[in-house]
């Protein structure tokens, strides 16, 4: 899930700035939102899809399957959303395992949370 991102890694360089004040605009526009949601829905489809395949479970039987490629699309809209919003801008990598993890954690409050 991260190799995407990868090209995106340092926050203070004039690329990250750039793809950091372009995705403000996508997040921030009706128009923008509503193909970030259609593709979101294909994503996750092909997720779900190629999960089934992997674990040799049928989609149409076992809910898990969209449950999880939901979420990992999910992760990953929020962690770029997040990251547009950082102030001072931090680096976009870590955030991505960061997030897996607390949702694997359960999503714990921040007083529970360990820094």
Known sequence: ???PFRGWAGAHGPQASEVQDN????FSEPDLQAAIARGSQTAQAE?????????GTDPRQDLYLSLLSA?????QLVVLDFWVRTDPPVSLLPLLPD????????LETPRQRRL
């Open 23 to 26: 995705l403000s605009t996508v």
């Open 1 to 3: 899930m991260i190799e």
């Open 99 to 106: 997030a897996f993890q607390q949702l694997k954690d359960g």
């Open 47 to 55: 997720l779900t899809q190629a999960i089934a395949d992997r674990t």
């Open 71 to 75: 979420a990992a699309i999910t992760v």
